[in-house]
């Protein structure tokens, strides 16, 4: 997971420094450590990103709840209010407005680490002891037995809903329904979320749609789901990936496809133009509106 920002709101030096040591204890978690006494200074800082941590005293005369609205709603952040309760009220209340929850005072800086250096904004659960790993007859001779007591056709339908077997992507139905998914847990986690779309112009026969689906998923992680739409477009979705994650795996690929010298059915160089887009965005209303932004005006998803 890459290193998150730290911002810290406060004007009381002890909360100030149990943040700093926790944002110490997280390690390679948290990057940067900003400080900011009052609200007046917090105006000129621009646009917000990483993990915030808010004192209740920051933005008084303001109850934090009112104040966490308003700046949800101009920062991409996990948000954690500190309270003097910390009951279930007070941090259902912070999950109702948008934060990660609400953290008790005095702060125990071992107790926020957890939170930093969660890649959720939610406290690590204890880890169990490191499992030894087995060689590899050991694993294959395992899977073996597990792939032997399933259904051969429930696994193959199952295969079939969710990959093309023609290019190797995910089906456009399995994807939309990723989609909407992960769109839902940008929008109420406030987590990162990257569409990236690739488009070109002409037709292509197999060979070269296998060379575009191959390069593609070069780049791509496990958590990552990438599609065809149309017969011209194939899309990526990022979870977890903001701005300039996704727009550098976007330079990736089109390096990667410009690498393989592509043609068209007429024996054109392929041109292929890619479109980036990034939520949460208070300006989407929904997952179709989000995939309108990388989508060719006059590409049509297919059912």
Known sequence: MPARSLTILSADACVVSACQKAAEIAGNAVGEVAHYADSTALTTAGTIEGLVVVDPSFMAPLSIQEWALGFLREHRVLLFLLTTGNDADADGLARFVGAQGA?????????????LSSPFGAPTAMRPEKMEVPDAATLGASIGEILKAREPEARERFLSAVADFETGLHTPEFWEHRLEEEFKRSSRFRFPLGLAAFTWEGEVDDDAMLDLA????LDTRDVDVATRIGPRTLVAML????????????ERVLQGIDSRGLRDLLGEALEVSTAVAVAPDSNLANSHAFLAKVLPKESEMSA
Do not use: C, K, Q
Not at 103 to 115: E, F, G, I, N
């Open 103 to 115: 953290l008790a005072l005095p702060v125990v800086a071992d107790d926020l680490a957890s939170y």
């Open 214 to 217: 191959g390069i593609l998923l």
């Open 239 to 250: 979870p977890h990936t903001g701005p300039e994650g996704t727009r550098l795996f976007a």
